[in-house]
């Protein structure tokens, strides 16, 4: 639980990075959905905030089945969002501003309207055939194999007109490219290579532990442990459809492209891995120091853990035993995927989870909104968008909750856009916006702001170590040091106040009022000196 003794770590390290969701950051044309120019608007918000970089959620070319994770041309911007001199423009105000820009690699699958996709398809015999994953029916007809798309049923789309099955790992808009055929890989590459030049500082790379299956395509291990009414995924262990040690490969390959970026520059790119695995598997993502892969393989546990603090503590000191000794953590509490954090722990420990977030030690990833504390949304069955929720209805997958536009202040839209947003606001947003919360000293916007400045004005919270402390039930504990100063970091993760004897200085708690000597108040979190 060592923490960087070097005083110059990289800003991949030291940085918390804020995740936009372009199409709900800010309209800037009128026609309800955000773009890039939106988001050039906002950036004093973003740099005031306190965060150091900025990822942006897929803004390319995009029939938008996916919002944007089905890729119709790796190397331009979707009108929608904006063009390409919009983009250019955006960079450089990121830039200005001392910012860092990470785009969202999206290698996995294009959309089914990319050019290659659309010559692969077109005959069994096209060049591009071998591009993405085609094969004939089993021999019992039906398809190839028993593997399950994430948003439910077959991962196989049957193509009529050439008589074979193409892979599919989400939607049938998401045909899974094929990464064993080199010509993909460098056209892939190529793509990275494009944004790179244009000045982008990494990527957050989509699904990245998807992007190989295994040799021969052999049927996963059914679950034994799923039941009806779950996420149909899960019916099978998606034991040969992910994780290969070939993908291991090409992600050390796209590291080293990142690296002849950085290398004599003084400007590090860096890489984060969307990886959804047990520690001691997502470890070997980091690679090694000779052969190194993503600077940050994503660290969902929070998000998939009870929120208790026995549980967390264990969690925090698995992933702490899992890292490579060059491995540099990093954790994520929300995300355009999951559950808001204030929807599932509930306002009060959603402040605790943001004091949580921000003090453990690793890059946070901050996704827009947490900040204001936005908590359950209902999306009427009307307006539902999802596609994850469209296909499985009802069983609690819908990501549009996470989705809603960012509310600014209470004027129309929330100030988000001149038209009724593609997604309704959360029902509070009257008061629940960045204007009404600017001037409330207690508003979760105001707690975030003083925890990443008090993040970056303490260098033992931005790259001391970590060690975790007993304490009563109900309470986690850990300090974090860095030459000989420590901090202390007390969470009460319960509503009801806990005995606890502790000793120093109050740096700031969730909470108003004083803190109170002898005991964490309920739903209380503390940073003490
Ligand atoms: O949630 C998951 C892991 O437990 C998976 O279902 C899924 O792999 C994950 O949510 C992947 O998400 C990313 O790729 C998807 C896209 O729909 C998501 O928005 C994106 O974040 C396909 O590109």
Same mark, same amino acid.
């Not at 990822?55 to 041309?73: E, H, I, R």
């Not at 996420?231 to 019916?235: F, I, L, M, S, W």
């Not at 929070?302 to 929120?307: F, G, I, K, V, Y």
């Given at each position: ?12 390290k ?6 936009? +969701? ?44 996916? /919002? ?5 041309? +790796? ?6 969002f904006?063009?390409?001199?919009? /983009? ?77 099955? +193409? ?17 993909v ?9 494009f ?35 779950r ?5 099978v ?29 003084? #400007? ?28 940050l393989?994503?660290? /969902? ?60 030690r690793?890059?946070?990833?901050? +996704? ?14 009307a #307006? ?19 989705r ?22 959360h ?8 204007a009404?919360?600017?001037h ?23 790259i ?7 304490a ?58």
């Open positions: 639980m060592d923490g960087d003794s070097q005083q110059d770590a990289p800003w991949w030291r940085g918390v990075i804020y995740q936009v +969701y372009p199409r709900s950051f800010q309209d800037s044309d009128g026609d309800g959905i955000g773009d890039l120019a939106g988001i050039e608007q906002r950036l004093d918000y973003i740099a005031a905030l306190g965060v150091d970089a900025v990822w942006l959620s897929p803004v390319f070319p995009s029939p938008m089945a996916d /919002f944007g994770y089905d890729v119709a041309d +790796y190397c331009d911007i979707e009108p929608m904006g063009s390409l001199a919009d /983009f250019d423009r955006l960079l450089d105000q990121v830039h200005a501003r001392g910012l860092k820009l990470l785009l969202d690699f999206v290698p996995n699958h294009t959309s089914d309207q990319h050019p290659w996709f659309v010559e692969s398809r077109s005959s069994r015999t096209n060049p591009k055939r071998d591009w993405y994953i085609w094969r004939g029916a089993a021999p019992g007809g039906g398809p190839p194999n028993n593997w399950i798309s994430d948003f439910g049923g077959s991962a196989w789309t049957w193509d009529e007109a050439t008589e074979q099955y +193409y892979l599919r790992a989400f939607l049938p808009q998401q045909p899974d490219l094929n990464w064993r055929n080199p010509a890989k460098a056209a892939m590459l190529g793509a990275m290579r944004w790179l030049d244009r000045g982008v500082d990494g990527f957050r790379i989509d699904v990245l532990w998807h992007i190989v299956k295994a040799e021969g395509l052999p049927d996963n291990p059914i679950n034994p442990r799923w039941k009806p009414g996420n149909e995924r899960d019916r262990l998606q034991t040969h459809s992910t994780d290969r040690p070939e993908a291991h490969l090409i992600s050390a390959e796209m590291r080293a492209l990142a690296d002849d970026y950085s290398r004599g520059t003084g #400007r590090e790119r860096a890489l984060i891995g969307e990886i959804f695995l047990p520690y001691e598997r997502l470890a070997r993502w980091y690679g090694t120091p000779e052969r190194p892969q993503v600077h393989p994503f660290n /969902f546990g929070l998000m998939e853990h009870r929120w208790d603090a026995a549980v967390l503590r264990k969690l925090i000191a698995e992933y702490e035993a899992a890292l490579p000794p060059w491995g540099w953590p990093n954790w994520v509490v929300g995300s355009h995927d999951a559950p808001r954090i204030a929807a599932r722990l509930g306002e009060a420990q959603a402040r605790i989870a943001m004091m949580l977030l921000l003090t453990l690793g890059t946070p990833t901050l +996704y827009q909104g947490d900040e204001l504390g936005i908590g359950e949304v209902d999306i009427p069955p #307006r539902v968008q999802d596609p994850r929720e469209l296909r499985q209805p009802g069983i609690g997958l819908g990501r549009d909750p996470s809603t536009p960012m509310a600014w202040d209470d004027s129309v839209s929330a100030g988000f856009s001149a038209a009724e947003p593609w997604l309704p606001l029902a509070d947003w009257r008061t629940r916006n960045v009404a919360q600017d409330d000293a207690g508003s979760m916007l105001n707690l975030t702001r003083t925890l990443l400045s008090l993040r970056k004005s303490q260098a033992a919270l931005e001391g170590a970590l060690r975790l402390l007993d009563p039930p109900g309470v986690l504990a850990y300090e974090r040091c860095i030459d000989g100063r420590a901090l202390l970091v007390l969470l009460n993760l319960t509503p009801e106040a806990v005995t606890f004897s502790w000793e120093g200085t109050v740096l700031l708690s969730t909470l108003s009022g004083e803190a109170a000597p002898g005991m964490v108040r309920a739903d209380e979190g503390l940073i003490l000196e």
